[in-house]
């Protein structure tokens, strides 16, 4: 089966400007992940989606991050306006199983590796 | 807030050495305690451990978890200069009423071979 779709895979950009990533999860799965991973450390979540509905974005800086999966299947994230410390990559993962009842592995994309200038 | 850390946070060996690495873990609900490996793209998944003392293997990769003492190791026999990466270890917590995993993460321990 095809894995996690990201794009672009690179962006470089200035402060205070905006810029958007793509993500296509893999074919029905309904549960949908954004993290975001500084270089040297771990990937910290910033969202959680359920088919489009948010889980989870208690990480999320909402003053100038947004996520969108309006129709339960790809999402989107935007930062508007960008800052030094948003300097990282970006990654999408997906997961299959909805039933609490079951564990769930998570497939991660290849990433968006964003610079800020 | 849950809180885990690895160490050694880097491990420079020898083709054929044998590594350990360890995880440790304080999370609120715990449900699970997972393993990645990530070289320069997206982390591949390696294990997921749920119950004490049950050792999962895959080829000359092991780990097991200690639930009363809080820590999972990740064993590597015979390493090969292809098991040169960033393992991550990530514990799943149950989120609020919706029982959805929630991952978090460790900070990664770098493991170099060297031929």
């Known amino acids: 089966e095809a894995g996690v779709a990201q794009s672009p895979r690179y962006k470089i950009i200035e402060k205070r400007q905006s810029v958007a990533f793509w993500c296509n999860p893999i074919?029905?799965?309904?549960?949908l992940y954004w993290y975001q991973q500084i270089l040297g450390q771990g990937p910290k979540l910033l969202i959680q989606?359920?088919?489009?509905?948010?889980?989870?974005d208690s990480q999320l800086p909402k003053d100038r991050f947004s996520a969108e999966r309006l129709k339960g299947v790809d999402s989107t994230l935007k930062i508007q306006p960008a800052k030094l410390e948003d300097s990282a990559v970006y990654l999408c993962?997906?997961?299959?199983?909805?039933?609490?009842?079951?564990?769930?592995?998570?497939?991660f994309g290849p990433g968006t590796r964003l610079l800020v200038l | 807030e849950d809180k885990v850390v690895q160490s050694p946070l880097s491990l420079v060996v020898h083709e054929g050495d044998t590594v350990t690495l360890n995880c440790s873990y304080e999370?609120?609900?715990?449900?699970?305690l997972l393993w990645y490996k990530q070289e320069k793209k997206a982390p591949t998944f390696l294990f997921m451990l749920?119950?004490?003392?049950i050792e999962k293997k895959s080829g000359r990769l092991s780990s097991i978890l200690d639930k009363k003492e809080l820590f999972s190791i990740l064993n590597i026999t015979a390493t090969q200069t292809g098991d040169s990466a960033v393992y991550l270890c990530?514990?799943?917590?149950?989120?609020?009423?919706?029982?959805?995993?929630?991952?978090?993460f460790g900070q990664g321990t770098i493991l170099t071979v060297h031929p």
């Open positions: 749920t119950s004490s003392g």
């Open positions: 074919s029905g799965h309904a549960t």
């Open positions: 989606f359920q088919n489009n509905g948010v889980v989870d």
């Open positions: 999370v609120t609900n715990f449900r699970s």
């Open positions: 993962a997906s997961s299959s199983v909805t039933d609490p009842r079951y564990q769930e592995t998570q497939y």
């Open positions: 990530a514990v799943e917590a149950y989120a609020g009423g919706t029982s959805y995993g929630k991952l978090t």
